[in-house]
């Protein structure tokens, strides 16, 4: 199907003489015409990072949906803006279908586009604009297609992924039989998940997302997905996205680790402040996690509790992220896995806003495996600096930092904090 889309944008782009790209209506690039002549200004920032990155940012979308482009039925022209990136006018083909919004078809107006008649009230388009609007209709009727079949590819995801173990044969048979009939997937390719934490499901569905470069199908699930032992953890008030992608083998993650990055630049990917306390209170950010290949559907309802593991782990934790895998998060695998409870009383008054930075020292202390030159080094501050700090950490807990066990307690509750 995406050599449809290429052929149909070819055909506006000849029949117009301009640039062409199709954008899905999250601003996901679908297809680009080529090019052709010397002049480097008709490459605009807008466009060439479109192309590069397959998504133009959030910023850019704004900018251009200010025109009224997800309202209109018919062309629009789109003023240069320099300031914005834009050197170059354009103009927007909308591509609706039934009444509903697609995607967008872009042609770059080099000069040659300025005086065509786009068409309006009792003025007819210019024939060329006709044709390349009852192609960009062609194009919706395709989009429409694709919705339709993405929506029940994720239907069926999501419920092999909730169903209860006895159910799961019979979820995997039917999304195996929906795969293989709309995407051509022959049964026993590696797979693997990508969980995308938090994910906004507000704005549209996810329909659109298997157009990405490798995924097969995704669906908004809440976090964390599966059924463990204990209260639910706070942060299941936050659906994150779960992506199912197609690897080429199945030790190799690429193209799980494309599609992350990916579904990470989405205006949908990140949310509120991760939270966590004294030691991980931080600004919130998107997150995505990634497990290790499979090529048995009924492994997946496991490996979406790994990939969404892997995806908490990053976000609390800035080194492993932003985009991390299960195999390794190291001992977030553990306390991923752990019910939720509250923090050690011992830990408790660490963990409040008034005493961060102790605890911050305390755990650079202890990730540094107890050394107080890398300690002191990493924080820049003087060893009777840090020495102080550790036994302000020492009389506010009652530990004893010179005691293994005491340590342990210590590093993990500091750790949990973070989720």
Known sequence: MRSDYQQLVDEISAALGAPATLEDRDFGLIAFG???GEDDEVMDPVRTRSILQRRSSAAVRAWFEAFGIARATTPLRIPPDPAAGVFRGRICLPVRHRGIVHGYVWLLDDGHLTDLELGGPGTPPDPRIAQAMETAARIGALLADESRAGSELAELLRELLT???????AAAVALRDAL???LRFIPGAPLTLVAVLPWDTAATDTAALPSLPGL???CPLPAPGGARSGPPHPAAAEPALAALVRLRQTGSLAPAHTVADHLLRSPRAGGAPAGGGAAGGRPGRGAAGIVTGTRELTDLPAAWQQALDAARAARA????GPVAQW???GAYRLLTALPATGPDPAIGPLLSPAHAEL????EAFLDCAGQAGRTAQQLGVHRQTLYYRLGRVEKLTGLDLDKGADRLLLHM???AARL
Do not use: F, N
Not at 163 to 169: D, F, H, I, N, W
Not at 359 to 362: D, G, M, Q, S, V
């Open 413 to 415: 509750a500091l750790k």
């Open 180 to 182: 293989r009939d709309t």
């Open 317 to 320: 934790e800035p080194r492993l």
């Open 163 to 169: 169903s209860r173990a006895t159910g799961r044969p």
């Open 34 to 36: 080529a090019h052709e």
């Open 327 to 329: 195999d390794g998060i």
């Open 359 to 362: 605890a911050r020292t305390a």
């Open 216 to 218: 097969l199908a995704a």
